[in-house]
């Protein structure tokens, strides 16, 4: 009886230190130059709609179930899905704030595979009379689910994908 004790102890104290050593936050962004100037490229990227065009998750499942709410472009407009994808899942995101020419902000509320919440930016810049776009994402890490992020590489889960629909979202502005 002792034994088991102190194996339930043990691991109640591994599950501890591994919650204090955690990350409690987590941001992932990634950037591409567009040959267009700032006005267009922003116009094109405030309305979320135009993220199927070049959205990675929207090319892996074409079917997905889509339903909006408010209008697009606008602060409080909403884009859910639904998915049976599994790097796709269900959720919404909504439309919280546009500076124009400079920043459109939303939250990404998902619902599948697991539920969590992220601050999401598309930002625009001009340098040198083409447009840097800016694609990220934030959040924080809830214990206990933030002793995942020790054995998941969020760079590596979320960047790709970025990087992969920044450059589909240049071909499709630049073309």
Sequence with gaps: MDTLLYIFLGLVLLIIILGLIAPKNYEVNRSIMINKPIAEVFDYLKFLKNQDNWSPWAERDPNMKKTVAGTDGEIGFISAWESDHKQVGSGEQEITSITENKEITSQLRFLKPFKSTSDAYMRVSEEHGNTKV??????????????????????KAVGNDFEQGLAKLKSTLEN
């Design 134 to 155: 800016v694609w990220g994402f934030s959040g924080k890490n809830k214990f206990p689910a933030s002793i995942m992020m020790l054995f998941m590489n969020m760079e």
